[in-house]
Nanobody, 129 residues
């Protein structure tokens, strides 16, 4: 069974940090570009990061650039999203997704979900004092 599972979400105070993990089962994550997406209550889903198969360069939504860092450990079949200087507006359900194709990134660091074939069920991040 092909599956992506996110973990690492939780409640954190503004200015705090969290590291999200995305682990694959049933397929080799290293063959896929991995996107991180989020959806806040009442808002549309948006992409926040996408990292290529080689892990050489991750792309970011402008609003998280400098605060979020994507990385991958292909040996562990896992991708990470390190989030720092968290803000209340970062509160959302965070998903990872896998694509055989490249990361599709537009103006403002808009990260498209086009081509994402597999999706996890999400992990909740709440930034609140």
């Amino acid at each position: 069974q092909l599956q992506l599972v996110e973990s690492g979400g939780g409640l954190v105070q503004p200015g705090g940090s969290l590291r999200l993990s995305c682990t694959a089962s049933g397929f080799t994550l290293g063959n896929y570009a991995i996107g991180w997406f989020r959806q806040a209550p009442g808002k549309e889903r948006e992409g926040v990061s996408c990292i290529t198969t080689s892990g050489g360069k991750a792309r970011y939504l402008d609003s998280v650039k400098g605060r979020f860092t994507g990385s991958r450990d292909n040996a562990k079949n896992t991708v990470y999203l390190q989030m720092s200087s968290l803000k209340p507006e970062d509160t959302a359900l965070y998903y990872c997704a896998a694509s055989h194709g490249p990361c599709v990134v537009g103006d403002g660091g808009y990260i498209a979900s086009y081509g994402m074939e597999y999706w996890g069920k999400g992990t909740l991040v709440t930034v609140s004092s």
